[in-house]
């Protein structure tokens, strides 16, 4: 009877050291499959002449304006492939670094399942005025809105890199120098300064600037708009239109809300051609920098300074003059946004911080 109640303490014992934190599984973890290497140019794909290299990572943690802090799994998530020049901002001239194809999560996969619980939601509910704060522990730190992850037309762009080929010139065979940690890669810009290495944290923040919100404005008119910096004082007004060619975008106008609204060509100007003497470019305005797009109404949205001034697609973002008209005079037109809600109209306002 003492033999049995020892070896039943013993294996009383051993559950609670070892059950309620281990889980004892023979199961393998799935063998990761790199891609062929096409060494004979067989296919017309020029992003897989070279071997894939991996950059293993395997979660990211999110906090801030949500349920917590939540750790993703990134190795349970898509892999999707993005092709990339890193180029570095320097004072004089910037330097380029070397051409990739990046395969990995995305930022819109990441962050899908993830609820956003505004802290201004009560005062303005619409997601436009959301970013994401990602960093590293290094104390590296980067900035993306929540409308250029959610809205862009070409999705799933903005990805941490946990697989890398060079990308080597046919005739010159120039192999660039290969990274060795897995990075964020945002493909859609010029300079890859918020490119950094070992991303461990993504923090959901909303824009700290208040505006009052007023939806009986009617008619909704702004007769000038006021250019502030980082210090919030007016640094200019422009009440009439800047000369600059205009440019033309052919446009299906469709809200995510109320749907479609017009099919009609926007016809402006360019928006950072109107802010590049206040603005210029920097390493910290391209990693940090944000502005803010302000109504009359209240209604505003959130613009990262890369996403607007250091673009390769060229899907910039247009100001247009509307005229004395209900929504009128100036609106905005973020060209590469799916959906219109970014639009807004009768700009009292564009403010700009580095965060």
């Known amino acids: ?37 096409d060494t004979n140019d067989a296919t017309n794909d020029f992003y897989d002449n070279e071997a894939t290299h991996l950059l293993p990572l395997e979660k990211i943690i999110v906090d801030g304006e949500t349920k917590g802090q939540i750790e993703i799994d ?8 993005v092709i990339v020049k890193e180029t570095a901002w320097t004072a004089d001239s910037n330097k380029f670094i070397g051409a990739y194809r990046y395969d990995g999560p995305s930022l819109y996969d990441i962050l899908n399942t993830v609820p956003l619980i505004k802290k201004n939601a009560e005062q303005f509910n619409p997601i436009i005025d959301a970013f994401v704060e990602i960093s590293n522990d290094a104390g590296e730190k980067v900035i993306f809105s929540w409308g250029e992850i959610f809205y862009p037309i070409h999705r799933h762009e903005i990805i941490i890199g946990t697989r890398v080929m060079q990308i080597v010139p046919s005739k010159t065979k120039e192999y660039w120098p290969l990274p060795e940690e897995p990075r964020l890669i945002a493909a859609a810009d010029l300079l890859t300064e918020r490119n950094i290495s070992n991303p461990s944290r993504i923090t959901i923040k909303s824009l ?22 980082n210090d919030e004082q007016e640094i200019s007004r422009i009440s009439d239109m800047p000369e600059d060619n205009e440019i033309s975008y052919p446009n299906i106008f469709y809200g995510r809300g109320r749907g479609i609204h017009a099919v009609t060509p926007f016809n402006g100007v360019l928006l950072k051609n109107q802010l590049a003497s206040f603005f210029p470019l920097s390493r910290e305005a391209l990693k940090t920098g944000m502005f803010t797009i302000s109504s009359v109404d209240g209604y505003r949205a959130a613009f990262t300074y890369s996403e607007v001034m250091n673009r390769n697609d060229q899907s910039e ?31 009292n306002g564009i403010w700009y911080h580095e965060l």
Do not use: W
């Open 1 to 37: 009877m003492k033999k049995i109640l020892v070896s039943n303490l013993v294996i009383i014992t051993i559950f609670f050291l070892f059950g309620k934190c281990t889980t004892i599984s023979n199961e393998k973890k799935p063998t990761v499959l790199l891609p062929a290497v």
């Open 317 to 347: 973002v247009l100001l247009i003059d509307q005229g004395e008209t209900d929504g009128g005079r100036f609106i905005i037109y973020p060209s590469a946004d799916f959906f219109s809600d970014r639009a807004v109209k009768s700009i």
């Open 208 to 229: 700290d600037q208040y505006f009052e919100v007023n939806r009986e404005i009617n008619p909704m008119f702004s007769e000038s708009m006021g250019i502030y910096d």
């Open 74 to 81: 990134l190795t349970s998530l898509p892999l999707h492939s």
